[in-house]
């Protein structure tokens, strides 16, 4: 009877790891039909930065599980330090993709009639809506950046400082 926990334990992750797979999966499904018709695509360096928030929160729970199942239940909290620590790495090594938003230039000549004048006038009116369109879906991939940053860096400096806690949750008196 003492295999019971421990088999529930690794039903109940299994479970979860599954359903986390197919909400990963629907949110990118989501985000990429999103992404179609806004024709916007992600950067390297936001999708580096994903990774990363998955790696290190990966990394947080391994240093968990491994503590408690296998290890020393205080060193729970080192994956969650290695978590942070990658984190926090990749924070200051994030860099704008280094392109710039086009300026809108001035007209190369004086317009010799009103539809020239007109001519020019327009696009330079779609060279700002292009530069403006541009500038927001920077920002917003800016903000999708801090956002995964903030996540793994969070979540693994709790893990670092209560890692300790949950790994003795998870040793089971071997």
Known sequence: MEWVPIVLA???GTALL??????????????????AESSGLQSPSE??????MILALAVSIIG???AGCWG?????????ALGCALAFIMAFMARPEGKNVPLVTEPTADPDNLGDARTQLMAMKAALDHAQA????????????????????IVSA???????IAAGWLNFGY
């Open 10 to 12: 690794v039903f109940k």
């Open 47 to 52: 999708m580096r930065l994903f990774l990363t």
């Open 134 to 153: 541009l500038h927001a879906s920077r920002m917003e991939a800016a903000w999708r950046e801090k956002m995964y940053l903030g996540i793994a860096g």
């Open 72 to 80: 020393n239940a205080a060193d729970g909290g080192y994956g969650g």
């Open 18 to 35: 599954i359903g986390m797979v197919y909400a990963i999966k629907w949110h990118y499904e989501q985000d990429k039909k999103a992404r």
């Open 158 to 164: 709790f893990i670092w400082k209560f890692g300790a």
């Open 64 to 66: 968990i599980v491994w």
